[in-house]
């Protein structure tokens, strides 16, 4: 009967892991696009190199252990290279994304056993890493490019002429300035968030397609971003002067990106329904409170790394009902049920 063939534990549909890469892969697509048009060749550049460094690296750690290159086909490395290679500033020196790349693999992934075994995200970390140990070129973005000024495209080398801060940045250093004061001051220009609006509607659209193939829950990201919005909101009415607003939080930084891409990693994060909620929640939080109180503008990636530390606790007290149990059992050993 039809009904049993649907019926639990049975899967009508599977996708491999090198399939579910690809989709993810493709999904990122459009924000690559139009991270490339807004800032420049050099996005691409970066995506590139963090690639061939993870891809080489995954290489030769298979080689040292004597394991099958097979295991590169299954596109893990190269996706950790593609996220790594987005978060990264067009005008960051080449050997940034190399570096990243060798720490994600060699040191995020594979020392604690490879795909499957990591509790940190590999590209979250590397990125991480980046950030405090080279924060200056990490932190200039440079000015987007419009249509009158797409000449910037034809040299790379002239890259570092026109960087500047990116808005979550240009906030977080405005000082005492008042909100009114700052937007009328012209520190944060209106090009600046009309390029980060439209890459976090490139964002949305790939985790839409994301979302449609089923590869991803949706209680993550709108439990994320609902978290983002409520905590930014009540952060803001507290302090309406000197507090960033709602919006600013999603139109200039990478919570979409985020939402969509990191959080949902099935290896690094919760694995129960009621886990995945709680786990974007604190990375939400999280969020606000570092941008909020903290030293970092961003704070997207230290949010993620410390939720993934916290994420077999939450597996443990959100572990579902067994079958024919009146519980969730809490303990590892093997538990009879309830008469």
């Known amino acids: ?41 050099g996005v691409l550049i970066n995506i590139l190199l963090a690639c061939l460094s993870c891809v080489a690296s995954e290489a030769l750690v298979l080689y040292w252990r004597q394991r099958s290159w097979r295991c590169l086909h299954d596109g893990s490395a190269l996706l950790t290279g593609l996220l790594l290679g987005i978060c990264l500033p067009a005008t960051a020196p080449w050997w940034i994304p190399i570096s990243g790349g060798f720490f994600a693999i060699l040191c ?14 590999p590209a979250m970390a590397a990125y991480a890493l980046l950030l405090i140990s080279f924060p200056l070129p990490m932190s200039q973005w440079p000015l987007p490019l419009t249509l009158d000024s797409i000449e910037g495209w034809r040299s790379v080398a002239q890259l570092d002429g026109w960087t500047g801060a990116t808005a979550l940045d240009a906030w977080r250093n405005k000082g005492l300035l008042m909100a009114d004061e700052f937007w009328a001051s012209g520190q944060l220009l209106p090009e600046m968030l009309h390029a980060w609006a439209w890459i ?13 193939r089923r590869l991803i829950p949706w209680q993550t990201p709108v439990a994320f971003f609902a978290t983002i919005f409520l905590a930014g909101a009540l952060v803001w009415g507290w302090d309406t002067s000197h507090q960033a607003p709602p919006w600013l939080h999603f139109a200039a930084g990478s919570v979409v990106f985020a939402g969509f891409f990191i959080l949902t990693d099935p290896v690094s994060g919760a694995t129960s329904l009621r886990g995945k909620v709680y786990f974007a ?6 969020v606000i409170s570092i941008r909020t109180w903290g030293s970092y503008p961003d704070g997207v990636a230290f949010s993620v790394l410390l939720m993934n530390a916290a994420a077999p606790a939450l597996d443990y007290f959100t572990r579902p009902r067994t079958y024919g149990q009146r519980k969730a059992a809490r303990t590892m050993g093997h538990r009879e049920p309830k008469e």
């Open 1 to 41: 009967m039809r009904w049993m063939q649907l019926a639990s534990p049975h899967t009508l549909h599977s996708l491999t892991t090198a399939q579910v890469m690809r989709q993810v892969m493709l999904a990122c697509l459009p924000g690559i696009a139009a991270l490339s048009f807004f800032f420049g060749p």
């Open 200 to 212: 976090a509607g490139a964002w949305c659209l790939g985790g839409g397609y994301l979302l449609w």
């Open 108 to 121: 995020a992934k594979q020392l604690f056993g490879g795909l499957g075994q990591n509790p940190f995200n």
């Open 281 to 286: 929640m604190g990375v939400g939080l999280l």
